[in-house]
């Protein structure tokens, strides 16, 4: 144990769902666990392959590098509630038994690390009251917490209409004395109303007390439900390499595309020339990362010709992963639910689920964390967790979801909501533990069983670059889209 110089206790006992822990024999316990996590399909296919939920999720936290990432600047790194490390290991283990059970051969997948990859690229740190990224904010309202993202550049031009007043100073000054007496459900629905992505912080992430969340729960009493899973016809392809087409962006979707290319999927990435993924302009190593290996489509959605070879597109496809609310892709045309009858694996990424009455309401990984309930709780207020962890978390639990599908008969609508997700990952308190600062600079993690260093967030070395949008087009159209 390295010598401290400083010394931070912490542990969250009240409030907070504690999870009893599995023991080896509670088969119908962790089954529950899994299906709750991941759907019943993927739960039946898994059966003892994978232990849930997870131990020693703290130790996961500190080896991900997303606990470097949580706190304020010139704190000590904090723990975040429940066990999201932890979950994400566990998905990524479900991931790797599923591709076995469908190929029969292993898969190389990467660790927990991946909560860590984009802050590692980027140079990130952490910076609360701040996000890692800079962009997201918890705010103080007079009943409560609000967090506010000001990720695009329309964000912070809408500001003006969000106050009702010229913004002459500091965007989030401006926000912060605004914010200051009015309730946080009204701050919330009034950005949302403007297509800022706003969320009210929970006072507990089972407690999540609002429409959207009883309406995905459907039961009284039952928690979060990441993965709402719908039947479909039985499959129409049944590829040795299964065709994926993406019409994602950002991180979650492009993450879920990434797992299954790695199962052995060929991955297609559709984009608009009048609207190319927002993750090109951002570090290019972290675009590689994602897409690296994946072909790449351009098709001009605002021309019949370019919606007609979409619609083709999708009909060849194994699966279609897509992070849009359901009207944008129904006024193209492409109706999910009847893709589903005839077969295909549709897996659906949106902040809060495709259905009910928030279908429609904007989140990126930072807020939808935030009204999840997924930040640390102190004294100076909630601080943000690691850096958009909805958004690795989510895409990890798509890419399950979907690679049960895969291996199953029939198609389905796989309907992920980052909120749930993100608040299934933070039940319960986190372990009791002290941090540490060595003379060295480092930080350690001391629980009442073993002492732990917190890593830094790490990035894989430079491999493949992804291609450029719409290298691929005619090679793709000619191979999948003949008339």
């Known amino acids: 144990m390295p010598a401290s110089t400083s010394d931070s206790r912490h542990g969250d006992p009240a409030g907070e769902e504690s999870l009893p822990p599995v023991s080896p024999g509670d088969s119908r316990h962790q089954t529950s666990w899994l299906a709750a996590a991941f759907g019943a399909p993927a739960a039946a296919l898994l059966g003892d ?25 010139d704190g000590a790194p904090l723990a975040a509630p429940g066990a ?58 007079v009943d409560g917490w609000v967090g506010v993202s000001l990720s695009r550049e329309d964000d912070r031009d809408l500001v003006a209409a969000l106050v009702e007043n010229p913004v002459e100073t500091d965007v989030w000054e401006v926000l912060e004395r605004w914010s200051a007496d009015r309730r946080a459900v009204d701050v919330a629905e009034r950005a949302q109303l403007l297509g800022i992505p706003a969320a009210t912080v929970p006072v507990t992430p089972r407690g999540l007390p609002d429409e959207q969340a009883a309406h995905r729960r459907g039961t009284a009493g039952s928690g979060p439900r990441p993965v709402l899973i719908h039947g479909g016809g039985p499959r ?29 999927a060929d991955v297609v990435k ?50 279609v992963l897509e992070a849009s ?82 291996a199953g008969e029939q198609g389905c609508l796989i309907d992920v909501s980052m909120r749930d997700v ?3 990952a933070a039940r319960g308190p986190a372990e009791p533990h002290v941090v540490r600062q060595a003379p060295d600079g480092g930080w350690w993690v001391e629980t009442e069983h073993e002492v732990f260093p917190v890593r830094a967030p790490r990035a894989p070395r430079p491999g493949q670059r992804a291609t450029e949008s719409g290298a691929d087009t005619a090679r793709v159209l000619t191979r999948w889209c003949r008339p």
């Open 270 to 319: 559709v984009e608009s020339p009048h609207r190319l993924d927002g993750a090109r302009f951002g570090p290019p190593a972290f675009y590689d990362l994602l897409h690296a290996g994946h072909a790449s489509v351009s098709l001009d959605l605002t021309s019949p010709a370019g919606v007609a070879t979409l619609r083709r597109l999708v009909e060849s496809a194994d699966v």
């Open 325 to 406: 609310r359901p009207r944008a892709l129904r006024h193209l045309g492409i109706d999910a639910e009847e893709a589903v009858a005839s077969g295909t694996v549709w897996t659906s990424i949106t902040a809060y689920g495709r259905t009910g009455p928030w279908a429609n309401r904007v989140g990126f990984g930072d807020d939808v964390a935030a009204g999840a309930g997924l930040v640390v709780r102190t004294e100076h207020g909630p601080l943000p967790c690691g850096d958009a962890l909805a958004d690795p978390l989510t895409g990890v639990h798509a890419a399950v979801s979907t690679a049960a599908a895969l």
């Open 422 to 424: 993100a608040a299934f």
């Open 49 to 73: 392959r994978v232990q849930g939920p997870p131990a020693g999720g703290l130790r996961d936290w500190a080896d991900s590098g997303a606990m470097t990432l949580t706190g304020l600047s």
């Open 84 to 141: 999201p490390a932890g979950v994400l290991r566990i998905a990524l283990d479900a991931v790797a038994a599923l591709s076995r059970a469908r190929t029969g051969k292993a898969v190389r997948l990467p660790g927990t690390d991946l909560l860590g990859e984009r802050a590692a690229i980027a140079g990130l740190s952490r910076r609360g009251p701040w996000s890692a990224g800079g962009a997201f904010r918890i705010l103080s309202a």
């Open 236 to 264: 129409k392809h049944r590829r040795r390499r299964p065709l994926v087409v993406d019409l994602t962006s950002l991180w979650a979707g492009p993450l879920c595309a990434r797992l299954v290319g790695l199962t052995g």
